[in-house]
C-alpha cells in the first residue's frame, strides 16, 4: 500500500469513526427529531456517488470508507421514517 | 470535465449540500449540547486528510468538497468550545 492510500485510510478511519456514534445514539433513542429526510436522503445519494466515483478513481480508501457510510446512512434514513411520530 | 468528475462534482454538491444547514442551525440556535467535541476533531482531522488525499490523487471533486467542509467543519469546533457552557 502507498503513502497516499495510508492517507485515504487514516482520513477514512477518521470521518467513519465519527459518523458511526450519531448511528448508534439514533438507534438507542429513537430520537428522530433533528435529522431532516430530504437531508438525510441528499446525503445518501451523495455517498452512493461518493462509492461510485472511488471506483471508477481505482481508490480502496474512498471505497472502503463510503461502503461503510452508504450503510450507516441509509439506516439514518430507515430510522428516520420508521420512528417519526405519525 | 470527463465523467468520472461529473459524478465526483454531483456527489460533492450533494453531501456538502447535506452538511450545511448543520452548520447553519448550530450557528443560529448556539445549542451545542448535540454534538461531541472529540467527535468533530476527529471529524475535521479527517476531512484534512480527505483534502490532502484529493491532492495527491488529482481529484478536483475531492478537492473542491472536502474545502467547503474543511471550513465548515472548523466552524462546528469553534461554536462546540465558543457555546458551551462553563
Request: aromatic fraction near 20%; glycine fraction near 4%.
Amino acid at each position: 500500500m502507498d503513502y497516499i492510500e495510508l492517507i485515504g485510510f487514516t482520513a477514512a478511519f477518521l470521518t467513519t469513526a465519527a459518523f458511526l456514534p450519531q448511528v448508534y445514539k439514533t438507534w438507542k433513542t429513537k430520537d428522530v427529531t433533528a435529522l431532516s429526510l430530504p437531508m438525510l436522503l441528499l446525503f445518501f445519494i451523495g455517498i452512493v456517488g461518493w462509492l461510485v466515483y472511488g471506483f471508477l478513481k481505482n481508490s480502496p480508501s474512498m471505497i472502503f470508507a463510503n461502503s461503510i457510510t452508504v450503510v450507516s446512512s441509509f439506516f439514518l434514513v430507515y430510522f428516520k421514517i420508521k420512528y417519526t411520530k405519525k
